[in-house]
């Protein structure tokens, strides 16, 4: 058994409870709880940061922990890489893109362990950052979902976050500009190579390119995400009429994108734990899964969660399932009328649904819990991190309890620290956080947070 240190950023918002974490990090905490570990968690809500110096009494309260084991998610965490001894592992939950500290990992690619989800990420960390291929472990996710036979009221059910707010964009910014008909074609083939390569680099995108407009407006960041975003409402708007119920980020309500239906169809409710996720999938005949444009390879932990369940699910093809499941033949779509074909034929086809259900959860039963998960990261590792080899844990929706501390990373910080280099923060967040905090303090004042 070993003390393990963990970082994470956490972006679930409206949630009561001031622990509320995604369900992959509340499975990963208690797993290592359940396995006899001495866990202490990080979370925080700083998503576009680099992380900077390190707060002395955070620090300090790291140091008297002792950690045996670091992981670090997304890297998205200050550089303990000259503060500790123990290994330290950059664990993948998006991709290479979302790394946070960036140059920390080029300049010393060694120091760490890299655990990543998708195959295509093993070229990113050896091309861009130098890793050496012993430094990296290719390591599913896993689910703590557990089938339940409750009455399915949904036919089908979506969890997951609209990507963009319907604000001025790079779309806008660049039409502003008052391009040229070549401009304008130019800019649409730059999306389609970023479409199909997403990982491309900026000098590879625009070694052609010579128009400031263009330059100035197109950043592959947002548009990956407004595409991402285009095609999420594509698909769902598609199979609305098939009866949709949707889960996720609260924009999904609040923006406008001309599809009422979607609006209509969302369930204000945070849906977030592995009990909040079990009820939505269980009670639901399909679950979708829709991914990010980046997601050519790798899939999101969504997919092993709605494979566990009694919700057949539906999804778009990624490269790594046939290494994952190669003999199961899931319901795939390419596009939004392939989707509203399959979700059809598996509403109105019981005996096809059920089959596919239960083959997906054999697949997940024998290969993706947590306990195979570890069992991996033990013999790579070389630490002992099990306590039960042969059970595969099950998962309760219990708060998490003895031998775990999660705290919020701003309990160490003040608005000092935003001043000082210690974050990093553009100019946009530096006015967010003043607006924050300005309300904040008056809620406080109130009574009401």
């Given at each position: 058994m070993a003390k393990i240190f963990l970082a994470f950023f956490n972006g679930i918002k409206g949630a009561q409870d001031p622990n509320a974490i995604p369900l992959f990090y509340e499975g990963?905490?208690?797993?290592?709880?359940?396995?006899?570990?001495?866990?202490?968690?990080?979370?925080?809500?700083?998503w576009s940061m680099n992380f900077d110096s390190i707060p002395p009494a955070l620090l300090q309260d790291i140091k008297e922990f002792n950690p045996d084991l670091i992981f670090i998610f997304n890297n998205s965490f200050y550089d303990l890489s000259k503060e500790f001894d123990c290994p330290i592992?950059?664990?993948?939950?998006?991709?290479?893109?979302?790394?946070?500290?960036?140059?920390?990992?080029?300049?010393?690619?060694?120091?760490?362990?890299?655990?990543?989800?998708?195959?295509?990420?093993?070229?990113?960390?050896?091309?861009?950052?130098?890793?050496?291929?012993?430094?990296?472990?290719?390591?599913?996710?896993?689910?703590?979902?557990?089938?339940?036979?409750?009455?399915?009221?949904?036919?089908?059910c979506f969890i997951g976050s609209k990507f963009r707010n319907s604000c001025k964009n790079c779309f806008n910014n660049f039409m502003v500009t008052n391009p040229t008909d070549e401009e304008r074609k130019e800019f649409m083939q730059l999306m389609d190579v970023l479409q199909n390569d997403v990982f491309i680099t900026k000098e590879d995108l625009f070694k052609n390119t010579t128009s400031e407009k263009i330059l100035k407006t197109f950043v592959p960041y947002d548009i990956t995400f407004l595409l991402s975003d285009y095609r999420r409402i594509k698909v769902l708007s598609k199979i609305a009429d098939l009866g949709l119920d949707i889960w996720g980020t609260p924009n999904w309500a609040d923006d406008?994108?001309?599809?009422?239906?979607?609006?209509?169809?969302?369930?204000?409710?945070?849906?977030?734990?592995?009990?909040?996720?079990?009820?939505?999938?269980?009670?639901?005949?399909?679950?979708?899964?829709?991914?990010?444009?980046?997601?050519?390879?790798?899939?999101?932990?969504?997919?092993?969660?709605i494979m566990a369940s009694n919700a057949c699910l539906v999804t778009e093809y990624?490269?790594?399932?046939?290494?994952?499941?190669?003999?199961?033949?899931?319901?795939?779509?390419?596009?939004?009328?392939?989707?509203?074909?399959?979700?059809?034929?598996l509403l109105t086809d019981e005996s096809y649904r059920f089959d596919i259900v239960q083959q997906s959860q054999e697949v997940v039963n024998e290969n993706y819990r947590f306990i195979n998960i570890l069992k991996i990261m033990e013999n790579y590792l070389d630490i002992s991190l099990s306590s039960t080899h042969n059970n595969i844990?099950?998962?309760?929706?219990?708060?998490?309890?003895?031998?775990?501390?999660?705290?919020?990373?701003?309990?160490?910080?003040?608005?000092?620290?935003?001043?000082?280099?210690k974050l990093k923060m553009n100019f946009r967040n530096k006015i967010r956080y003043k607006i924050w905090s300005h309300y904040n303090k008056i809620l406080k004042r109130k009574g009401i947070i």
């Open positions: 990963f905490i208690k797993g290592l709880q359940e396995n006899g570990n001495e866990v202490f968690a990080i979370m925080h809500n700083h592992i950059i664990y993948e939950v998006d991709s290479p893109l979302y790394y946070r500290n960036k140059e920390a990992l080029i300049k010393n690619p060694d120091r760490f362990k890299f655990f990543v989800v998708a195959s295509s990420s093993v070229d990113i960390l050896k091309d861009e950052f130098k890793v050496p291929s012993k430094n990296i472990l290719h390591l599913p996710f896993f689910t703590s979902i557990q089938a339940e036979n409750i009455e399915q009221t949904n036919n089908i406008t994108y001309n599809e009422p239906w979607l609006i209509l169809n969302f369930h204000k409710e945070p849906v977030y734990t592995i009990q909040d996720n079990q009820n939505v999938y269980n009670s639901s005949k399909i679950g979708i899964n829709i991914g990010h444009l980046q997601a050519k390879t790798g899939f999101p932990w969504r997919v092993f969660d990624h490269g790594d399932f046939n290494k994952y499941f190669p003999e199961l033949k899931l319901p795939y779509f390419s596009n939004d009328w392939e989707a509203y074909e399959q979700c059809k034929k844990i099950k998962m309760d929706s219990k708060p998490l309890g003895g031998g775990i501390s999660l705290k919020n990373l701003d309990s160490w910080l003040s608005m000092n620290d935003f001043k000082a280099p």
